[in-house]
């Protein structure tokens, strides 16, 4: 179990620095004044303590292999460029370029079985498409990075350049989250720090619905104008051209209709 939360600043590790790890001892260790110890909690640091440590980088694909076949329900992506300038032509550091969600899908698995029905990818190559944000394996392919992830982690299909228009597939719902509150019950105004964060909204667009064991669909218990209640913190964040916030979440994330 970590024994403290670093906040204030980021660790960057090498592969070929990380075998140091092994030998560090507490008194080797120097935090930032900003950084601030659980109360309550000491630091012994020690090999256990880092166990935990995760240091995520693409595989890279060396160039004498010309392709890659995803096997299963796993489908290729080839990731979206990341925006390096705002509208304004700011150039942004790679610190606040935001993570693209999105990419083509160059290639795809044989499917997948449920039960006796042998079941295609449901996306073809070629298609846009919005994925989980943290889902897959990223590899540096032919010159671009690309990513490998389960059918099943794709949210939907995207057509233009505007989430708004977000196709949803399997059980994804994708919903416009309502406007937070700009005051209290007692008519103070919130900062958008202080803002909590909304849990209603209003669906734009549902899933053909989950596979049964037969590999039929079964269709969702909510639909398109619904006011939903759902989970604070499930799904994926977008946001819309038009300064609208959006989320697609699974069906079972949504709690209620609200009418």
């Excluded at 639909?223 to 038009?242: E, I, M, R």
């Amino acid at each position: 179990m970590a024994t403290a939360q670093l906040t204030a600043f980021s660790i960057s590790v090498s592969a070929r620095n990380l075998s140091s790890f092994e030998g560090l001892r507490p008194s080797n260790v120097k935090f930032a004044s900003s950084f601030k110890p659980l109360v309550g909690v000491g630091l012994p640091l020690s090999r256990r303590s880092f166990q935990s440590l995760v240091v995520k980088a693409a595989t890279v694909v060396a160039p004498k292999y010309t392709s890659i076949t995803p096997l299963g329900d796993r489908v290729l992506v080839k990731i979206k460029t990341v925006e390096e300038k705002t509208e304004g032509g700011i150039l942004l550091p790679s610190s606040a370029q935001s993570k693209p969600q999105g990419g083509e899908v160059v290639a795809v698995g044989e499917g997948k079985t449920i039960g006796k029905a042998k079941l295609d990818i449901s996306v073809k190559t070629g298609t846009q498409v919005v994925y989980s944000k943290y889902a897959g394996t990223e590899v540096e392919f032919d010159g671009s990075s690309h990513l490998i992830l389960k059918e099943d982690d794709i949210v939907g299909i995207l057509e233009t350049d505007d989430i708004k228009d977000l196709k949803p597939l399997n059980d994804r719902v994708f919903i416009k989250v309502a406007e937070a509150e700009e005051k209290t019950a007692g008519g103070l105004l919130l900062t958008e720090a202080t803002k909590e964060k909304p849990s209603i909204g209003t669906v734009i667009a549902v899933g053909p619905g989950p596979l049964d064991e037969e590999g039929n669909r079964k269709a969702l218990s909510v639909s398109p104008g619904n006011t939903v209640l759902y989970s604070k913190y499930a799904g994926n964040d977008f946001k819309g051209s038009d300064g609208s916030n959006y989320i697609a979440l699974r069906a079972s994330d949504v709690m209620a209709i609200l009418s």
